[in-house]
């Protein structure tokens, strides 16, 4: 292999070439203590930047070997050094036209995720990124390029070592997402599906921001909701426990109940230290649902919720290309229990009224009712599939009824008002006759079939992010609006590769085991085996689901 040495005279000697010129120093290039790989060169300066690896032996970095002791650490430690590399890098002097000399390394936003930017294998770390190579138009600036590679490149890795990494930082990374994960097993053990901390600050900057509110008011656990884990890292914690069965945050507009129903939602995720929801920690199976006018929906068992439709039409296998908010809402109901959802997330201001509840002036008033609502649905959805509910309501006070607790938001600080709100319940009977649904509540698993998932546009594969909700995947555009925990570009571009995946493997197996085995592919293997770009993140399963859910080419069967 080639040094770093070579590597500078090849790119001089390139100086004011054509771009394409670049495509020499493709290859393998030893430097001091490291590997540069460089996979794939752009073929002009306005296409997708140069794809690189560089590979450090673990006896070159130093970083001590209990900080990637098992996947939690690793994926936090491996977060951590993403976000140091970036740092040092985008620091970095540049010269050239367009996206010349710049480094792009995807190192993420507030939530700490597996990414195919960085692994560590048994013998080294590596570091995968792309760097956009000098030029002045579509000319090489071979000087600049060598500069570049051979000299700022290898003094950005310099900032990676243990000696001059912040230790503490690292470790408080490594800590903090084993904590988590910790925490996470711990919840079903306890009985618990959401921890949320006292002095855990829950409101944002903004709507669209990750950075906490400054002078937010920090959250403190009702006392008939306080519980206290034990940590690996960090002492006891104690905060809120909620647990399994049907709760209900209620409160006035803009008290802070859809703040906490955010942050459960994206407790599914270890956070940055510093973000203020570092020990908000939800079930791994917890699923946020939101209704969904327009959406396509394919072969759903939706008897359970939608039924006896005029002319006879059969709501056992349903499909629609525009559903309307209720049907899109019961679909993302039995589409989250298909896949092994075991908390349903649910904010009145985003769910269709009609499938939530049916008030008694209207049960008297509609004989023929085709909507069964969750409301009649809700217990049973816990004491027979063990599925608890989490609803978000200000204004639906029939599910008083069915409540085992009730939480009110006030200025922000939260209440446990279940005795007051089963005293108002009897004192004010509302004349609702809780339903006896006649159609049982059964899951029907789907068998997906391999040609929906072909990524081929005009002959060639189209697998793009256009952003965190858009994604190109083949002939289709996919709109993940409303799949509200993905959170990254980077998973959504993952989620388009994992798609194309099934294209091999599907046939026979259930949609639910077909997640199985790329999950099992995904442990095993990583992120970097489905696609060499760095700029992926590992979705959920239930993204994922929901990703080929609305899909409108998707073709499948029903399992029986």
């Not at 039924?307 to 899109?328: V, Y």
């Not at 399963?541 to 990703?547: D, I, N, P």
């Amino acid at each position: 292999m080639n040094d770093l040495g070579a590597l500078a005279q090849l790119l001089i000697s390139l100086d004011g070439h054509g771009y394409r010129a670049y495509k020499r120093i493709e290859g393998g290039w030893a430097g001091p203590g490291f590997t540069l790989l460089v996979d794939h060169v752009q073929p002009d300066p306005f296409a997708t930047p140069t794809r690189l690896r560089v590979r450090l032996p673990h006896t070159t970095h130093g970083l001590p070997a209990d900080l990637w002791s098992n996947r939690p650490r690793r994926v936090g430690l491996l977060n951590f050094l993403l976000r140091e590399f970036k740092q040092v890098v985008q620091s970095c002097p540049g010269v050239g036209s367009g996206r010349s000399c710049v480094f792009f390394v995807d190192a993420g936003g507030a939530e700490v995720l597996e990414r195919a930017g960085a692994c560590l294998e048994a013998e080294y770390l590596e570091l995968r990124f792309r760097v956009g190579l000098p030029a002045k138009g579509r000319t090489v600036l071979g000087r600049a390029a060598a500069r570049l590679l051979t000299e700022v490149l290898p003094r950005a890795l310099d900032a990676l070592r243990a000696a001059n990494l912040d230790a503490a930082e690292a470790r408080r990374w490594a800590d903090l997402t084993e904590d988590h994960a910790h925490l996470q097993r711990q919840l079903a053990e306890r009985g618990l599906v959401t921890f949320v901390r006292n002095g855990a600050v829950l409101a944002r900057a903004s709507g669209v921001s990750s950075e906490p509110l400054e002078g937010a008011v920090p959250f403190e656990s009702p006392p008939e909701l306080r519980v206290t884990f034990d940590t690996l890292h960090h002492g006891p914690v104690t905060g809120m426990g909620i647990p399994e069965g049907v709760t209900v945050i209620t409160g006035g507009g803009f008290h802070g109940k859809t703040t906490l129903l955010e942050a459960i939602e994206l407790g599914v995720y270890p956070h940055i230290p510093g973000d203020g929801r570092e020990w908000v920690v939800t079930r791994a199976e917890a699923v946020k649902l939101r209704s969904e006018d327009g959406r396509a929906v394919t072969g759903v068992h939706l008897t359970p919720f939608i039924h006896d439709l005029p002319l006879g039409a059969s709501t056992d296998f349903f499909t629609t290309p525009d559903a309307s908010g209720s049907t899109s809402l019961a679909a993302a109901i039995m589409e989250g229990l298909e896949v092994g959802a075991k908390v349903l997330l649910l904010d009145e201001d985003t769910s269709a009224t009609n499938l939530l509840v049916r008030d008694a002036r209207m049960q008297r008033l509609v004989r023929q009712e085709t909507i069964t609502p969750l409301i009649d649905r809700v217990r049973e959805l816990h004491e027979r599939l063990g599925v608890s509910t989490l609803l978000v309501t200000g204004g639906s006070g029939d599910y008083l009824d069915v409540a085992d607790r009730v939480l009110l938001l006030e200025h922000y600080r939260a209440r446990d008002v279940t005795a007051r709100a089963r005293d108002i319940a009897r004192e004010l009977p509302t004349g609702r006759a809780l339903g006896d649904p006649a159609h049982p509540l059964r899951v029907v698993p789907r068998i997906p079939d391999p040609a929906s998932f072909d990524p081929r546009r005009n002959g060639r594969v189209k697998i793009r992010a256009v952003s965190r909700s858009e994604l190109l995947f083949g002939a289709a555009t996919l709109d993940l609006r409303a799949l509200d925990q993905l959170v990254d570009p980077s998973q959504t571009r993952a989620i388009g590769h994992l798609m194309a995946q099934l294209k091999n493997l599907a046939g026979e197996e259930t949609l639910s085991a077909l997640l199985d085995i790329l999950e099992g592919e995904l442990d095993s293997r990583g992120l970097h085996f489905f696609d060499p770009a760095p700029e992926l993140a590992r979705p959920r399963r239930f993204e994922l689901a929901g990703a080929i859910n609305r899909l409108r080419r998707l073709r499948l069967r029903q399992h029986h």
